[in-house]
C-alpha cells in the first residue's frame, strides 16, 4: 500500500523558507564565536590595561623585599627631589633643582650647586680630609683649589676685575702668593693667610720690597724706578713708623 503526499507550490514555499532561516542561522552562530572563528594556534589577546592620564601626590617611593625605602621621588624640601638610599636609610644620590651630590655612608664624596651668583663643583676623600672645588661666578670669577688636611692647599684664582693669583699653603698657616693685575703689575708675597709679611712687586715703572708688620701696615720700602718729580731713574729706601711716615729715608 502506497501513502503519497501531494502539496501545492504554496507549501513548498513555506518549506523552503523555513530551511533557509535554519541555514542563516547556523551559519551566525558559526562566524560569530571567537572558540571557532579563530584557529588553534592563535593565541587568544589580552585586554590592553587601563592607563590613567595623571596621578598626583606629594611623594612616590620604591621599597625594598625587607621595607625600607630605597627610592623616594617628593616636594618635601620645597622643590622636587630624587634620592637614592642604602640599606641604612643613608643618602647616596640626591638630585634637586640646584643641586646633585654623592654620599658614600654618609660622608659627602660630590657636590654640585648651581646658583645665581655661580656654580661650584667639589670632590672629597672617604675621609673627608682632602678635596678639589671649582667655582664659576658671575663676573669672570674663576676659582680652583686643592685642600688638604691643617689647611694645606693649592688654589688658582681669577676675580672680576681681572686679578689673577696662585697661592700656596703650609700645614702652619705658612702662604706664597703670586698676583697680577690688569694693568701689568706682578706681585709676589711671603706671610700666612691672613697677612702678608714680604712683598716683592714689579710695575711697568718701578720695582721694590715691602716689609710689613702684624698689622699689615708697611715698615720697610726698598725701591727703583722712574722717580715721577725728578723725572730721573732713582732707587730709594725708607723705613717707616706705625702712622705710615718716614723715619728714615735715603736718598
Not at 532561516?21 to 558559526?30: F, I, R
Not at 680630609?129 to 693649592?154: C, M, P, T, Y
Not at 702652619?172 to 708675597?189: F, K, W, Y
Request: glycine share 8%; charged share 25%.
Amino acid at each position: 500500500m502506497q501513502i503519497s503526499i501531494k502539496t501545492d507550490a504554496y507549501t513548498r514555499g513555506i518549506l523552503l523558507l523555513i530551511l533557509g532561516c535554519l541555514a542563516w542561522l547556523c551559519l551566525e552562530k558559526t562566524t560569530s564565536s571567537p572558540a571557532l572563528a579563530s584557529s588553534d594556534d592563535d593565541p587568544p589577546k589580552e585586554k590592553a590595561p587601563k592607563v590613567r592620564e595623571l596621578v598626583a601626590a606629594r611623594a612616590f617611593v620604591l621599597l625594598d623585599e625587607n621595607g625600607k625605602i630605597r627610592a623616594a621621588l617628593s616636594t618635601k624640601t620645597g622643590g622636587p627631589s630624587l634620592t637614592f638610599m642604602d640599606s641604612k636609610g643613608n643618602n647616596n644620590v640626591r638630585l634637586e633643582i640646584d643641586e646633585l651630590s654623592f654620599t658614600l655612608e654618609g660622608e659627602s664624596l660630590f657636590n654640585l650647586r648651581l646658583s645665581k651668583s655661580g656654580s661650584r663643583l667639589q670632590l672629597r676623600d672617604h675621609d673627608e680630609k682632602n678635596s678639589a672645588n671649582l667655582f664659576v661666578g658671575d663676573g669672570g670669577r674663576i676659582s680652583f683649589s686643592l685642600d688638604g688636611e691643617k689647611e694645606q692647599g693649592i688654589s688658582l684664582r681669577k676675580d672680576a676685575d681681572g686679578m689673577t693669583s696662585l697661592s700656596l699653603r703650609g700645614n702652619r698657616n705658612q702662604e706664597v702668593s703670586l698676583m697680577t693685575t690688569p694693568r701689568g703689575d706682578a706681585i709676589l708675597s711671603l706671610g700666612d693667610n691672613e697677612r702678608a709679611e714680604i712683598s716683592l712687586y714689579s710695575s711697568l715703572c718701578t720695582a721694590g720690597l715691602v716689609v710689613q708688620d702684624d698689622e699689615n701696615v708697611p715698615r720697610v720700602v726698598l725701591g727703583s724706578g722712574w722717580d715721577s718729580v725728578e723725572k730721573e731713574p732713582s732707587s730709594w729706601i725708607r723705613i717707616l713708623g706705625k702712622d705710615g711716615k718716614n723715619n728714615w729715608k735715603a736718598p
